[in-house]
């Protein structure tokens, strides 16, 4: 049996992925925050050749989704960027090597793109108790700044 594992970096879109901004107010203070989606795949060939024969070749892929935040809160210093999550993936297969497949594979995962922003938006709401706690630890409220 041939393997063949490889990692690919993938843009779910030309300007890096698909991306959620929002706004939240700290105190008196607007925090815009950012929230990109970043798609690495995976792919993994099975299967054989026999060089008299017809062989059965596959391409398992797993493309797996990293959500990043970013903020930046006017008069302060951005805030470095952050994965908030890396629990969701996308799965397949495709008949043939995993070079033939890149293509429709792509398109594949790109057809998925509203699970992808569904699954952003939940971490983004989910992430807000967790964003509004680091706001205050960093000692980011308006009374601090005094």
């Keep these: 049996m041939m393997s063949l594992l490889g990692l690919l970096a993938l843009s779910a879109a030309g300007d890096g992925g698909p991306i959620h901004r929002t706004t939240i107010h700290h105190g008196a203070v607007p925090v815009n925050v950012d929230y990109r989606a970043a798609i690495t795949l995976r792919v993994r060939q099975a299967g054989m050749t026999p060089p008299t024969r017809m062989g059965v070749v596959r391409c398992d892929w797993v493309a797996r989704v990293a959500v990043h935040r970013s903020m930046e809160r006017r008069g302060a210093a ?21 070079s033939a497949a890149r293509k429709a594979i792509d398109a594949e ?12 938006l939940a971490v983004a709401d989910r992430d807000r108790t967790q964003l509004l706690a680091e706001l205050e630890m960093t000692g980011t409220s308006p009374h601090s700044a005094h």
């Design 78 to 98: 951005s805030a470095p960027n952050r994965i908030v999550a890396d629990d969701f993936e996308l799965r397949g297969n495709r008949p043939g090597t995993c």
């Design 109 to 120: 995962i790109a057809s998925r793109d509203q699970d992808v922003r569904a699954h952003l």
